[in-house]
Structure formats: structure tokens, C-alpha cells
């Protein structure tokens, strides 16, 4: 485990996802688990910025998967499994078109794709504090 990021206030996110990709490293795909109400989709919205994304970032849960841009025309993809109740349902989705494209990818709830997550995706976990901060342990 890499030392873990912390985010003491909603302040603190944008600084807290730059620290955490420049952990990541070469990392494409990023599983990110937490329970519900953690601020998953924050911190997403706040990678997505420091990767250059301009568009607004919103939670997939009902689309399953969004694609934004960087700056430089890069996709990014954000994927929310909250919704998923069967592992055959990914296929459905195109999962693997997105885990395996060598871009960015951001997976909400990855415990839901079990086996299916790629085998070197970073997991990742964000942890509430009873004080509200919240700590992305990787």
C-alpha cells in the first residue's frame, strides 16, 4: 500500500486527486471503492479536472458509463457499477472496450465487476472519518 491521501474539507479535493494521480503513476484504471454518499463521484469530478477535463463531470449511476475529453483530446472514462446486478450485464455495457483501451478509466463500485476488474487497475478505497475528512487508502 502507498502512503494514503488525505482530503481534510471539500476545499481540499482538487489538491487531494493531483497528489493522488501523481501516486497512481501509470495507472489506467482506477477502481475506486467506498460506501454510498463517500464522495466517489467528487473525487472523480475533482481527477478529471487535474487531467485537464473542461467538461462538467456527473455521476454515471444511470447512464453506466460517461466519456469526457482532456484538453488534449484524450478520453477519460467514468464508470458507476452501483446499478449493476450481474457480471453478464458488463459485456452488455462494453466494459472491456473501455477497462482495456489504455486511456483513463474510473470505476465507481468495482466490487460489482469481482474477477472482471483488470488485473493491474489500482484499487483503490475512500474512508469517512467520523469528523467528515475523508482518506483514499491504495
Not at 502507498?2 to 501509470?26: W, Y
Not at 475529453?69 to 472514462?77: A, H, N, Q, S
Not at 467514468?78 to 486511456?103: A, K, N, P
Not at 483513463?104 to 487497475?121: M, N, S, T, V
Amino acid at each position: 500500500m502507498k502512503r494514503p491521501v488525505h482530503i481534510g474539507s471539500p476545499e481540499g479535493v482538487d489538491g487531494a486527486a493531483a497528489e493522488f494521480l501523481a501516486a497512481a503513476g501509470e495507472a489506467r484504471v482506477i477502481a475506486l471503492s467506498g460506501e454510498l454518499g463517500a464522495g466517489k463521484t467528487t473525487f472523480i469530478r475533482a481527477m478529471c479536472r487535474a487531467l485537464g477535463v473542461e467538461q462538467t463531470v456527473t455521476s454515471p449511476t444511470f447512464a453506466l458509463v460517461n466519456e469526457y475529453f482532456t484538453r488534449d483530446g484524450e478520453p477519460v472514462y467514468h464508470i458507476d457499477l452501483y446499478r449493476i446486478e450481474d457480471t453478464e450485464e458488463l459485456f452488455d455495457l462494453g466494459y472491456e472496450e473501455y477497462v482495456y483501451s489504455g486511456f483513463r478509466c474510473f470505476i465507481e463500485w468495482p466490487e460489482k465487476a469481482g474477477p472482471l476488474i483488470p488485473e493491474d487497475a489500482l484499487r483503490a478505497e475512500m474512508i469517512v472519518h467520523p469528523d467528515g475528512s475523508r482518506e483514499i487508502r491504495f
